[in-house]
């Protein structure tokens, strides 16, 4: 039988030419916005490309012969039988995502090891080691090199529990799969393990569980999900088993359930039709994982310093084995290499530089994770401190998301908010009329009702126990709560007006019959609104939904049909009913759809005043930095018992009944924090899904951009230091315009999606911008993962954007990323002391060695002594650097050129030239006092090194007659090589003050950095 579809219901005498736009015209405009908005998803599907949803119950079962599906009853459908799973498996493999972004906890231990910085330590152990092999007494070079080993697992055990605790903090990958499931095979339903299931296997899902594979449905019953892993959207959607047109995307069919997708209401069996990696969850996870981590600053440091101490411990350990080997005439060749190169390669290591670094890492790490910073990646701290542009939502960053509707603009008139709560609407008026009426606020009430995905939860008993215990001043207030609790209002007096009283006690029973309202942001504010007004569930109970197509970036609209569940009997048919389209969503989108607009005079044809006064009004809220939500709304009668599906919603003669205006305020620290970044000279770029007009607004009362004086505002605005840009035409933009557009100090992208995101965000990297970029969707994934600093908000659904991120923030709060970028920068100063420090060590151990090479005096500094100073004495002075509190212009200067260094010439020169000398002069000084005091001259111990010092050596006598055996000799070396150390020592402790004032001079003044140029 024929079943009627919407167009062939319509009421009203309307031509076929105005039939013909509607929501028509609504899917051709979101259809040219899919090419642009969906270019993300579309690169997913292209991996992961879906016909089922086109497909009929009998060709599903031509498609999945083995499913043997039932064609009249498709829940009685029988399913595979056991061999054909066990093929199946052994075929294809289990159903399991690659969790390429979860890294196991081992692997995350093991790659410590190949930070670049331990890697000297790594190879100190190794040269100690291949001493003790050369010279098998030398037992102390053992001990040393397995107690570097040691230290280096410890360190790479804390670095790994810290960074897995910031991976705890944003895990949620596996929240999204379930770990069992039910499946009919062989007509019975039975649990199994959710990575057993195979393509063609019939699951069936029940409120409370979660998708296991990417699902065909086949039956359901009020079947109702959320996919906020895909879109962040805790919203339910309703489900069908229907099969789509062949027009629609798999995304738009809603009869594919996604793998990962949780079932909040209802029942329903669906077909396996992709598995594994192979679902769309799977190539998402593909895709992020293509993008590729950005290689931080802090690492690309690592691997400038390894190398240039790698090089320069080669030559001089070459140097030195070479004059050595030459002044021994290769005679001892043997303790030339242990001694004059390998001892010089064991020196010329800062064993004690990868402990404070990491340990340093781990303070700052902590230090922002009190400040609800989570780090997943320790090193890239010090990348926030050298970000240059801040790229980040509107929603939730700059503002509070704590929306309310402020205006009204329908019947072609503005209304306050506030004044039309005050106009009470009792249940019994709120019938819809929409053609003979001069006031369309009910229909526009019910549309903000019906279309609307928030729900509101009912207070219990006990809440209004504790609403009795709230100080009230008023006595009266009791009473109403009294009567409140009763079974209604009691009687009702006749007439539309309302004492005082009255009034007051059902604005007190609006405030209190719910404890709170829970959905999309935007719907709890209209909901509410509504609730003010009149109350929300005696609209709910007068209407059934029998269609929804859900909100999002495409269509941008939402659209619900619903039917009277009582029957008026007004039509003239007793079979028929009367069904409404209610529709909200982007105004300009939904005027374009509609042909008729309402206003006081009743519903009218759209024309060109009408068109004027609408942009008016949307300009006028705009400029006030209102948000606006507009809505629509048509009628027509069928049965009750019609199907109604997404392919009979071709046609519908829409009317325009008005719009929201709603508004969002800036957080109390956004204006403040705007500022520090201003100062700190960090380009700012927001964000917004909003009409460009609302978004200047938005950001000039934020302080975001100065208060334009007027007329067009578009992207060529080049002489202001601030750009708007439409997110249409950011495709269009040519590199000239990229050019000047991103040269500004504040950049305002209205109407953008995550896809616009990316392509901004490679914009900027093409001018060595580095990038932190904020998100909360799987769709703002790959462009988070891209970013040099990729930060996730703690949002609901940002699973995929928590697990690509390098941070994120627990509050959504602007300031505590202004803080993230100021300790970065903190550190980075510090690290830099901290390496001047640490430095000045080095040259005075090659001085020890090469005085024995050159001069043959015994070896200042053993071996032990050299790594003991770099791991012991040294470290607690360089660690408390890291708790160096921060210049007071930390954030009033620009951040620093890609070209600087950490370890730049002019601290190796204060380290190596300057301090390392003068230590090394006094280390030299107070070793040869120990010769002198023993009264031995120190010509004489000149080229001795090899003969006497050592335990086994014979009688050393001078030429004073004083006579030293080997004893002696021994204790003698010993207390010069202390001296050599204590001086050393203390040397350090005494030049430590100047780090902080003469190696500041010499890092930040550009007269002395120019010299070592």
């Given at each position: 039988m024929h079943r009627p579809s919407i167009i062939s219901t319509l009421s009203g005498a309307t031509t076929e030419k105005q039939q013909n736009g509607a929501l028509r015209r609504i899917d051709s405009i979101a259809e040219d916005g899919t090419e642009k908005y969906n270019e993300l998803l579309q690169?997913?599907?292209?991996?992961?490309?879906?016909?089922?949803?086109?497909?009929?119950?009998?060709?599903?079962?031509?498609?999945?012969?083995?499913?043997?599906?039932?064609?009249?009853?498709?829940?009685?459908?029988?399913?595979?039988?056991?061999?054909?799973?066990?093929?199946?498996?052994?075929?294809?493999?289990?159903?399991?995502?690659?969790?390429?972004?979860?890294?196991?906890?081992?692997?995350?231990?093991?790659?410590?090891?190949?930070?670049?910085?331990?890697?000297?330590?790594?190879?100190?152990?190794?040269?100690?080691?291949?001493?003790?092999?050369?010279?098998?007494?030398?037992?102390?070079?053992?001990?040393?090199?397995?107690?570097?080993?040691?230290?280096?697992?410890?360190?790479?055990?804390?670095n790994s529990i810290e960074e897995w605790r910031a991976r705890i903090q944003v895990r949620g990958f596996k929240t999204v799969i379930p770990s069992s499931c039910v499946v009919v095979r062989s007509g019975q339903p039975?649990?199994?393990?959710?990575?057993?299931?195979?393509?063609?296997?019939?699951?069936?899902?029940?409120?409370?569980?979660?998708?296991?594979?990417?699902?065909?449905?086949?039956?359901?019953?009020?079947?109702?999900?959320?996919?906020?892993?895909?879109?962040?959207?805790?919203?339910?959607?309703?489900?069908?088993?229907?099969?789509?047109?062949?027009?629609?995307?798999?995304?738009?069919?809603?009869?594919?359930?996604?793998?990962?997708?949780?079932?909040?209401?209802?029942?329903?069996?669906?077909?396996?039709?992709?598995?594994?990696?192979?679902?769309?969850?799977?190539?998402?996870?593909?895709?992020?994982?293509?993008?590729?981590?950005?290689?931080?600053?802090?690492e690309d440091e690592h691997v400038r310093f390894v190398n240039f101490i790698s090089l320069l411990a080669l030559s001089m350990a070459t140097t030195t084995f070479l004059i050595g080997a030459a002044a021994t005439r290769f005679s001892l060749i043997n303790n030339t290499f242990v001694n004059g190169f390998l001892v010089v390669l064991v020196a010329s290591v800062p064993q004690g530089l990868p402990v404070t670094l990491g340990a340093a890492l781990i303070i700052i790490a902590r230090r922002l994770a009190k400040k609800q910073l989570f780090m997943k990646r320790l090193d890239v701290a010090e990348t926030l401190g050298a970000a240059t542009v801040l790229m980040c939502e509107k929603t939730g960053i700059f503002t509070s998301n704590n929306i309310t509707v402020t205006d009204l603009w329908h019947d072609l008139k503005y209304f306050d908010g506030s004044v039309h709560c005050a106009r009470r609407i009792k249940p019994y008026e709120m019938n819809i009329e929409i053609k003979n009426t001069d006031d369309h606020l009910i229909a526009l009430l019910t549309t903000m009702t019906i279309c609307n995905q928030a729900q509101i939860e009912s207070i219990g008993s006990g809440d209004i126990e504790e609403w009795r215990k709230l100080p009230v001043s008023n006595a009266d207030?009791?009473?109403?709560?009294?009567?409140?609790?009763?079974?209604?209002?009691?009687?009702?007096?006749?007439?539309?007006?309302?004492?005082?009283?009255?009034?007051?006690?059902?604005?007190?029973?609006?405030?209190?019959?719910?404890?709170?309202?829970?959905?999309?942001?935007?719907?709890?504010?209209?909901?509410?609104?509504?609730?003010?007004?009149?109350?929300?569930?005696?609209?709910?109970?007068?209407?059934?939904?029998?269609?929804?197509?859900?909100?999002?970036?495409?269509?941008?609209?939402?659209?619900?049909?619903?039917?009277?569940?009582?029957?008026?009997?007004?039509?003239?048919?007793?079979?028929?009913?009367?069904?409404?389209?209610?529709?909200?969503?982007?105004?300009?989108?939904?005027?374009?759809?509609?042909?008729?607009?309402?206003?006081?005079?009743?519903?009218?044809?759209?024309?060109?005043?009408?068109?004027?006064?609408?942009?008016?009004?949307?300009?006028?809220?705009?400029?006030?930095?209102?948000?606006?939500i507009g809505f629509a709304i048509s009628e027509f009668e069928a049965l009750r018992d019609v199907q109604i599906t997404s392919s009979d919603i071709a046609e519908c003669d829409l009317c325009f009944l008005g719009v929201a205006a709603m508004y969002d305020p800036p957080r109390e620290t956004t204006i403040d924090s705007l500022s520090k970044l201003r100062s700190a000279g960090v380009k700012c770029f927001m964000v917004s899904g909003d009409h460009p007009t609302t978004a200047l607004a938005i950001a000039t009362q934020i302080g975001l951009v100065k208060q334009p004086d007027g007329g067009t505002i578009s992207v060529k605005n080049y002489e202001e230091d601030w750009s708007l840009v439409h997110g249409e035409d950011i495709p269009r933009l040519t590199p000239t315009e990229w050019d000047q557009i991103l040269s500004k100090d504040t950049v305002v992208f209205a109407r953008t999606t995550p896809p616009l995101k990316m392509i901004i965000l490679k914009e900027c990297q093409r001018r060595n911008e580095i990038m932190i970029v904020t998100g909360d969707s799987a769709l703002d994934a790959p462009a988070i993962k891209k970013a040099e600093i990729g930060v996730a908000t703690d949002a609901a659904g940002s699973v995929f954007a928590r697990e690509a991120s390098d941070l994120i923030i627990m509050d959504s709060d602007l300031k505590h990323i202004v803080l993230g970028i100021e300790e970065g920068r903190l550190l980075y100063d510090n690290l830099k002391k901290t390496i001047a420090y640490v430095l000045a060590h080095l040259l005075p151990e090659l001085y020890a060695v090469m005085l024995s090479f050159l001069f043959g005096y015994p070896m200042g500094l053993t071996t032990m002594q050299v790594v003991s100073i770099g791991l012991i004495t040294e470290v607690p002075p360089s660690l408390s650097l890291t708790y160096e509190t921060p210049e007071k212009d930390i954030m009033q200067k620009g951040p620093r050129p890609r070209t600087s260094r950490l370890v730049s010439r002019s601290i190796l020169a204060y380290s190596y030239l300057i301090i390392g000398n003068i230590i090394a002069a006094g280390c030299i000084s107070a070793y040869l006092s120990v010769f002198i005091y023993y009264g031995i001259p120190l010509d004489e111990i000149l080229f001795t090194s090899t003969i006497y010092w050592h335990s086994t050596s014979g009688n050393f006598t001078t030429s004073t007659g004083l006579t030293f055996n080997a004893a002696m000799q021994v204790r003698i070396h010993g207390q010069a090589c202390a001296a050599w150390h204590v001086t050393l020592v203390m040397s350090q402790v005494g030049f430590f003050e100047i780090v902080y004032g003469v190696a500041k001079t010499l890092l930040y003044l550009p007269e002395i950095i120019s010299v070592f140029r």
């Open positions: 690169d997913i599907m292209s991996h992961c490309t879906f016909f089922e949803h086109t497909l009929t119950i009998e060709q599903l079962n031509d498609f999945f012969p083995l499913s043997r599906l039932n064609l009249v009853n498709p829940d009685r459908s029988q399913g595979l039988n056991k061999d054909e799973v066990i093929n199946h498996l052994a075929k294809h493999g289990r159903n399991i995502v690659c969790p390429v972004t979860r890294v196991a906890a081992i692997k995350v231990f093991l790659s410590q090891f190949l930070v670049s910085f331990r890697m000297l330590l790594l190879m100190s152990a190794v040269l100690c080691l291949i001493i003790f092999l050369f010279d098998t007494t030398r037992t102390f070079d053992l001990y040393l090199s397995i107690i570097l080993i040691t230290i280096m697992i410890i360190m790479c055990a804390i039975i649990r199994v393990n959710a990575a057993d299931i195979v393509v063609g296997d019939l699951v069936l899902l029940s409120a409370g569980t979660r998708v296991p594979a990417d699902l065909r449905l086949i039956y359901t019953n009020n079947l109702k999900m959320e996919a906020s892993w895909i879109n962040g959207d805790m919203d339910p959607v309703e489900f069908t088993a229907c099969a789509a047109s062949k027009g629609v995307n798999a995304m738009e069919a809603h009869n594919i359930a996604f793998n990962g997708c949780l079932c909040l209401h209802g029942d329903g069996l669906g077909i396996v039709i992709k598995a594994g990696n192979d679902t769309l969850l799977g190539s998402l996870m593909d895709m992020i994982t293509k993008v590729g981590s950005q290689v931080t600053g802090l207030y009791y009473k109403t709560v009294d009567s409140l609790t009763s079974n209604g209002f009691g009687p009702q007096p006749d007439g539309d007006q309302f004492t005082f009283q009255r009034s007051n006690r059902l604005n007190i029973r609006a405030a209190f019959q719910h404890k709170s309202i829970t959905g999309n942001p935007n719907e709890v504010a209209l909901l509410r609104y509504v609730e003010e007004m009149t109350i929300v569930q005696s609209i709910r109970e007068k209407y059934e939904v029998v269609y929804e197509l859900p909100f999002n970036g495409q269509r941008r609209y939402h659209l619900v049909i619903a039917r009277e569940k009582q029957h008026s009997g007004m039509l003239e048919d007793e079979n028929l009913i009367k069904y409404y389209i209610f529709v909200k969503g982007a105004p300009e989108v939904l005027l374009i759809a509609c042909t008729r607009i309402a206003t006081e005079g009743g519903e009218q044809v759209l024309n060109e005043d009408h068109y004027k006064q609408f942009k008016e009004a949307y300009r006028r809220f705009g400029g006030e930095g209102r948000s606006c």
